[in-house]
C-alpha cells in the first residue's frame, strides 16, 4: 500500500498509479494553491478535486488510487488509529517547515518495517522548510534520486 500526501493535480499519482499493483492513497484538501498562472484566477468550488479525477478516472474507478480529501494529519490519526502500514510513503504536501515536520512524525510511524518514505522538492531553492525538516527528521544528507529533487529513507 502506498500513501501519498498532497496529491494536488495527480502527476506523481498518475506516475505511482501506472506502475504499481498497489493500492495508494491520496490524500489532499484539493484546496489548491493559485501560484500557477495556469489555473483560473477564481476557480470554483471542486475545481482541483475535478482535476485530479479527470487525470486519474481509470485509476480511480478501478480502485488503484483512493482519494482521501482531508488534511495529512486527519489521514494519518485515521489510518494510525485502524493499524494500516505502508510500504511506501510519498510526502509533497505544504512545504512550509512545521507542515513537513508534522507530515514526517505523523507518518513515519505508518511506515512497514522494510519501507520507504519519499519526498519532493528537497535542495532545488525556494523550498528552506522542506530542506530544513528532513535534515532535521531524515538524514543531515539524505538519500536522493540521482540529482532531482527526490529524497527518501529506506527502513
Not at 482521501?68 to 488509529?81: I, K, P, Y
Not at 504536501?93 to 513515519?108: F, K
Amino acid at each position: 500500500m502506498i500513501a501519498e500526501v498532497g496529491s494536488y493535480l495527480g502527476r506523481s499519482t498518475r506516475a505511482m498509479a501506472d506502475n504499481t499493483s498497489g493500492v495508494i492513497y491520496a490524500v489532499d484538501t484539493w484546496k489548491g494553491t493559485l501560484a500557477d498562472e495556469k489555473f483560473p484566477k477564481e476557480p470554483h468550488e471542486g475545481y482541483f478535486l475535478d482535476e485530479f479525477t479527470k487525470n486519474l478516472g481509470d485509476h480511480l474507478w478501478n480502485g488503484t488510487v483512493k482519494a482521501l480529501r482531508m488534511t495529512s494529519l486527519e489521514a494519518a490519526a485515521a489510518f494510525s488509529g485502524d493499524g494500516t502500514r505502508f510500504g511506501f510513503i510519498f510526502i509533497d504536501g505544504d512545504h512550509s517547515y512545521e507542515s513537513v515536520r508534522n507530515d514526517i512524525l505523523a507518518w513515519r510511524p505508518l511506515l512497514e518495517k522494510g519501507g520507504t518514505i519519499s519526498g519532493h522538492d528537497f535542495d532545488i531553492g525556494g523550498y528552506p522548510g522542506v530542506v530544513q525538516a528532513v535534515r532535521e527528521l531524515i538524514a543531515p544528507v539524505p538519500n536522493q534520486v540521482g540529482g532531482s529533487s527526490l529524497w527518501y529513507l529506506e527502513t
